[in-house]
């Protein structure tokens, strides 16, 4: 008997040390539908100023002893590209160190993560909740303000019989397609942009 505890305790510590420390990493994905196809496009050259912290932005949390890995910088970079070439006529997509003629471009707009966080609520049903805050600052070639806006985009996902993974997954990326919809219907509609390019001409 003695020895059959000692068996049974030794498993539990086996799968106990398997459990604690473990991570699961989360990746997501740009949708196709997210524009508005019928408004025209601003016509101004803008130049997407992307840094790596934007690009390989990961928000990080822990639960029950497990590590949740949210890689949101590489969608975050794919939606920002997506939304600059669907707001501007003309775009083009730089890094931060890039060197690049000023005089062709109108317009730099660069973004940022202010916020973002996920959790999970139990209950019947569970949620998972979720937010993402990206900051947008828009300048003109010398490097003078045009355009700051911040866009929260709010996630939630409710499920009696689904798994906490598929939740938090389908939560955030809520989240983001919420981000991204708000942020190119203002970029698109924003008469102090548009009034920028007509200027510029």
């Known amino acids: 008997m003695k020895i059959r505890k000692k068996c049974l305790f030794a498993l539990f510590f086996s799968l106990s040390l ?20 019928t408004t025209n496009k601003i016509p101004s050259c803008a130049a997407l100023s992307l840094s790596s912290d934007y690009c390989s932005y990961i ?10 890995n949210f890689h949101l910088g590489p969608t975050l970079c794919d939606y920002s590209k997506a939304i600059i070439q669907d707001t501007f006529s003309q775009s083009l997509i730089v890094m931060e160190k890039d060197n690049i003629d000023k005089d062709k471009i109108d317009l730099f707009v660069t973004p940022r993560v202010v916020d973002a966080s996920v959790y999970f609520r139990p209950g ?6 979720s937010l993402v805050v990206v900051e947008w600052v828009i300048r003109d070639k010398d490097g003078n303000i045009v355009y700051v806006t911040t866009n929260e985009g709010n996630g939630l996902e409710a499920n009696v019989f689904g798994s906490h993974t598929t939740e ?8 983001l397609d919420d981000l991204f919809m708000k942020s190119y219907k203002e970029f698109i509609t924003s008469s102090e942009l548009r009034q920028f390019a007509r200027v510029a001409e």
């Open 168 to 175: 938090l997954q389908m939560s955030v990326q809520k989240a």
């Open 18 to 37: 398997i459990t604690i420390g473990c991570t699961r990493n989360f990746t997501f994905e740009v949708p196709a539908n997210y524009k508005d196809n």
């Open 59 to 68: 928000y990080k949390t822990t639960s029950n002893g497990e590590t949740w």
């Open 124 to 129: 019947i049903p569970a949620k998972a909740i």
